[in-house]
Each structure stands twice: as C-alpha cells, then as structure tokens.
C-alpha cells in the first residue's frame, strides 16, 4: 500500500535519510517539518496517511505534537523515531497515541515493517513494545 507520508526531524539528514527510505519502499513524502509546532500546522495542511515524528525538538516535542494532532485528528497514525529508547519515553509515546516507536539508528528493513504494520492497523501494543526494547 502507497502511502502519503509527513516526516518530521530537526535534522535535516534523518530528514533526507526517511524520506528515502520511504520513497523506495514506494511511498510518497508529501510534507516535511523541523518542529512540532510546524508538524502540527503541516499535519492540518497535507492530512498525510502517516507521520514518522522525532521526540527531541525545539519548539514543540514530538510527543506534545502528537498530543495536539491525536487531539485534532484521532485516527492519525504516527510512529516515533527517536535516538532515546527509555521505557518512560516509550510508554508517554504511546501513551500520547503514537502507533509505534523506533530507536534510531535504525535499519531500512525496520522502518518499513513499522510503517506497513501502522498503515494496516495491526500496531504494537505496549507490551509488544516493551518486550522489543528489553
């Protein structure tokens, strides 16, 4: 499944590093933002199918952005990437409605994986989460 996808990192590089990633596993990168505050407005503008979101940011965090968008939109499907995998992240994470959580650096074939799960509805729950970082 084609997705439309909104990649959101403060980084330019792990911007450009998704992007294309996901382009290659046939997606399409719609929109891009470097904050969570621009994430949220980016989110209302292009409506993606998917969000790939940082937690570390200025502005906004990324768990404060998924907030205001699952607030916004409740059924939006967003998936966490972030260098910290400490359970109190992961479970205010998902806790803040995010689908799924990867610790960068992460593999190509693992980003994919996640995505497909999400776009069919077949996230993690919390305790699949736990027990991957464990």
Known sequence: MMAKVMVVDDAAFMRMMLKLLLVE??????????NG??????????????????????ELDGIG???????LDPLAKIIMCSAMGQNAL????ISSGAKDYIVKPFEKKEIIDAVNKVL???????????????
């Open 65 to 71: 952005a998924v907030r205001q968008i699952r607030k």
């Open 25 to 34: 596993a046939g997606h399409e990168v719609i929109a891009e933002a470097t």
């Open 37 to 58: 505050r621009e994430a949220v407005h980016t989110y209302m503008k292009y409506k993606p199918d998917l969000v790939t979101m940082d937690v570390t940011m200025p």
């Open 90 to 93: 992961i479970v205010d994470a």
């Open 120 to 134: 069919d509805e077949s996230s993690l729950s919390f305790e699949d989460l736990r027990r991957r970082f464990r």
